[in-house]
């Protein structure tokens, strides 16, 4: 869902460092004009004659520096050191040029096949950037050669093919299913946990077929893994235990899965009412007893976002267009009493209601002190 590209026109890699006895900090480098790569006064006209490579095995993708010779440069000087540095204008033919790479990476070429998920490569987060760094430091100062990268552990990893093609084709995607709930008021330690849970679950691709547990996406409750004690529900009764609030997040799931039409094989409700969702469309995890549990039975992945952002968490779901064939869902729960509630969910066919589905009823009990929940 992220643009890698964007951020490359704030990056600059200076092409000399002086060696320091101590740290000093250097002014800002200053923006001395906007130049082509075809500028013989600032760039070695040889490097028309070379290519930038990017090799995999046997395979070779190849971009002529004669194509690239008209492209706008920034050119910067470091006023402490009077080292210069450059950078593209335009990232446009690196994106273009990645994204040939990449989508070939996962090509039937590249796949595992003596696996039946079948394993095929994809950049490791931020080559793109260092892809760049490593041209640009080069432009200035030469020497002027073939600038090549060959693909290994450090620059590829291996991921199954179903994954690789969810982010291959994530424009082919639509939001689903969301869900957004507030956590103000709360400890800093429950805020810490939902940060947590919401991080490990963040990004989490769901294969076609497969069925995930919210409680081993969420690592167990542990110091060692960044949860802290907060309140918890326990027999009716709130008390402090580690990973408290991470049943906002679980429950703030449930409710994106649902929407998204994804089919949930587990829940639970709390034993009391929480004031982040209404009755009835809260979810409740405790290891070892309760968890969330759901399966993916569209054709293909489907794809969980989380977003921490002032005092709220939302949940998205992100499912194949094609695959939601105009289909919506909306998950809402009917109040029967202080104490109880009805479930349902309603179907939307074209933006018309089709259907509403009973989920069943949701029984609770008086929290026996006054606080935050869980």
């Keep these: 869902m992220k643009r890698w590209m964007a951020v490359l026109l704030s990056v600059i890699l200076f092409v000399s460092v002086p060696v320091m006895a101590k740290m000093e900090v250097s002014a800002a480098p200053v923006e001395v004009g906007v130049t082509t790569l075809s500028d013989a006064a600032f760039f070695n006209p040889g490097w028309a004659q070379m290519n930038l490579t ?4 046997s395979k ?3 971009k002529p520096f004669s194509e690239l010779m008209g492209q706008q440069m920034r050119l910067y000087t470091d006023p402490d050191t009077g080292a210069n540095s450059c950078c593209f204008v335009g990232m446009e033919w690196a994106d273009e040029f990645l994204e040939q790479v990449n989508a070939e990476l996962r090509s039937p070429d590249f796949v595992n096949t003596a696996v039946p998920e079948g394993y ?16 640009q430091s080069q432009l200035l100062t030469g020497p002027v050669n073939n600038i090549n990268v060959d693909l290994n552990s450090n620059t590829c990893k291996v991921i199954t093919y179903a994954d690789a093609e969810a982010e291959a084709n994530v424009s082919d995607y639509v939001l689903a299913g969301t869900c957004t709930t507030s956590f103000r008021g709360s400890s ?44 918890v529900y326990s027999g009716g009764r709130l008390v402090n235990g580690i990973g408290g609030g991470i049943c ?9 899965l649902m929407n998204a039409g994804i089919t949930v094989t587990m829940r639970y409700p709390h034993s009391s009412p929480v004031s982040y969702l209404p009755l009835g469309t809260d979810a409740a995890i405790s290891s070892g007893s309760k968890d969330l549990q759901f399966r993916n039975d569209y054709p293909h992945p489907v794809m969980l976002e989380t977003i921490v952002e002032g005092k709220n968490l939302t949940v998205n779901v992100y499912v194949r267009a094609s695959d939601m064939n105009g289909v919506t869902y909306k ?26 589905r009973d989920m069943g009823s949701c029984y609770y009990r008086p929290l026996q002190k006054d ?4």
């Design 60 to 62: 070779v993708w190849t």
């Design 188 to 231: 800093a330690a429950r805020i810490n946990n939902i940060r947590v849970a919401a991080g490990n679950m963040n990004g989490y691709v769901l294969a076609s077929g497969a069925s995930a547990s919210l409680d081993a996406i969420f690592l167990p409750r542990t110091s060692a893994n960044g949860y802290k004690s907060a309140g």
């Design 371 to 374: 606080d935050d929940e869980d």
């Design 248 to 256: 906002q997040v679980s429950s703030t799931t449930y409710n994106a």
């Design 331 to 356: 998950l809402w729960g009917k109040k029967v009493s202080s104490m109880s509630a009805k479930t349902y969910l309603t179907v939307y066919v074209n933006g018309v209601e089709a259907e509403v």
């Design 54 to 57: 990017i090799t995999c095995g």
């Design 120 to 135: 095929c490569y994809q950049f490791v987060d931020g080559f793109d950037l260092w892809y760049l760094n490593v041209v």
